[in-house]
Each structure stands twice: as structure tokens, then as C-alpha cells.
């Protein structure tokens, strides 16, 4: 069975900590995402990743970094948590499509980061 | 960036009833993708529309499109409690842009 892996179900760090949230995928998918989802706010796109070493921003990139040094792992960076990171954390990966190709994603469970 | 909106927010109906949900979009699209997310967990893919088709099905599922209107509408028939959860649309934008950009969400209780 196919499987995205996010690394914690559930995560409490103090404001200021760095925070990392580890995600790996078994499908040899070549784009791998970062999403935070809040009530009322769906699913906003934090970064993204094509290809190995490569990174994009989405929509809500202020306070995040991500790495990916290997194509199966996507770690998303809190470099200074703070209490409006509190949050779910969804990664997905898909296969990489061009043109009229569109493939759908592999979601994780999520990660519950609450930051106190 | 452009965002689906589903309709309703919040959708409740008896087992055996059908239930449609729709999204609205706003720029031209490659494709439009449905999931599902039971309460706290991640999203599972349901179905892909692309955007020279009109309509597809799976199992219960039935999705159509309609690219001039600039809508997707999602039916379930003869829904079951266990199609609690909630359904949110996705699109993804024509040109080179790879990421999908979601709706807010449907939240759908079939009562027993």
C-alpha cells in the first residue's frame, strides 16, 4: 500500500523553538508539497518541490523553510515557532504531470502542531 | 491565487439520499480534483476531471464540469453514513503550474 508518511501525529512547542516536520514517501513521487489547513481557511500551500534540491514557494511561505536532499523526504522548517503556526500540517506528493497530464495527490495523516 | 469554493459549507442528509456539492473556480484550468478528509486526518483522493471532459464517474461518485461557467459539481448517490466527511474541490491551473489549489470545504453528515 502506497503510503506518505508524516513523522508526529501530534506536536507542542514552546514559541521561539525551531520545528521540524519530517515527511517521506514510498511511490518514487518526483513533487512532494506542504500544506497548513485552519478552520474557515482550507488548505493553504506553504511550499512545494519539483525535483530533488528544488523548492518553490506557495502561498504562505513568511516563517517556513523546507529541504529536501533526498526525493523520497520533504521536511518543512519552523525556523522560530511562534503561536500562529498552531495549526495541521498536511504533506502530499504526486507524479510529476505536463500539459494536459494532472495526477492526484498522496496526502499524509497530518501533524497537529500546537506552539504555546 | 485562484481558489475553488464549495457550496454549501455544511450539508446534512439521510442515509439512501443522494448529496451534491459544488465548487466554483475562478481562472481557466487544467484539471479539477475532488477528496474527501474524515475528521483529523489527511485527504484521500476521490476523483480527477480534466478540462476538455464533461462529466465521469466512479462507483457512486459522479463529477461534472463546466468549464464556461466555471464550475464542478460533486453527487454521491445512495449515501451512506460512512460518506461522513468532509469534500473539498481542487484545481489545478493551466500553464506550467504544478500545485493545486484548494476550496474551503463541505462538510457532509449522512444520518443513519
Known amino acids: 500500500d502506497v503510503k506518505v508518511t508524516q513523522s508526529s501525529r501530534y506536536l507542542v512547542k514552546r514559541t521561539g523553538e525551531k520545528v521540524f516536520l519530517e515527511c517521506v514517501q514510498d511511490?518514487?513521487?518526483?513533487?512532494m508539497f506542504w500544506y497548513r489547513q485552519d478552520p474557515g481557511l482550507g488548505l493553504r500551500l506553504i511550499y512545494f518541490?519539483?525535483?530533488?534540491?528544488?523548492?518553490e514557494k506557495g502561498d504562505i511561505p513568511e516563517g517556513y523553510s523546507v529541504s529536501r536532499e533526498k526525493k523520497e523526504r520533504f521536511s518543512l522548517i519552523l525556523e522560530s515557532a511562534s503561536t500562529n503556526q498552531t495549526s495541521m500540517y498536511l504533506c502530499?506528493?504526486?507524479?510529476?504531470?505536463?500539459?494536459?497530464?494532472?495526477?492526484?495527490?498522496?496526502f499524509g495523516s497530518g501533524t497537529r502542531l500546537t506552539v504555546v | 491565487s485562484q481558489q475553488g469554493e464549495e457550496d454549501p459549507q455544511a450539508l446534512s442528509i439521510q442515509e439512501g439520499e443522494n448529496a451534491t456539492m459544488n465548487c466554483s473556480y475562478k481562472?481557466?484550468?487544467?484539471?479539477l480534483q475532488w477528496y474527501r478528509q474524515n475528521s483529523g486526518r489527511g485527504l484521500v483522493h476521490l476523483i480527477l476531471?480534466?478540462?476538455?471532459?464533461r462529466e465521469k464517474h466512479s462507483g457512486r461518485l459522479r463529477v461534472t464540469l463546466d468549464t464556461s461557467k466555471k464550475s464542478s459539481s460533486l453527487l454521491i448517490t445512495a449515501s451512506r453514513a460512512a460518506d461522513t466527511a468532509s469534500y473539498f474541490c481542487?484545481?489545478?491551473?493551466?500553464?506550467?503550474?504544478?500545485?493545486?489549489?484548494f476550496g474551503s470545504g463541505t462538510q457532509l453528515t449522512v444520518l443513519p
Open positions: 502530499a506528493s504526486s507524479l510529476a504531470g505536463r500539459g494536459d497530464r494532472g495526477y492526484g495527490y498522496t
Open positions: 511511490m518514487d513521487h518526483e513533487n
Open positions: 518541490s519539483y525535483d530533488v534540491k528544488m523548492k
Open positions: 481562472t481557466s484550468i487544467n484539471n
Open positions: 476531471i480534466r478540462s476538455n471532459e
Open positions: 481542487a484545481t489545478r491551473g493551466s500553464g506550467s503550474a504544478r500545485q493545486l489549489t
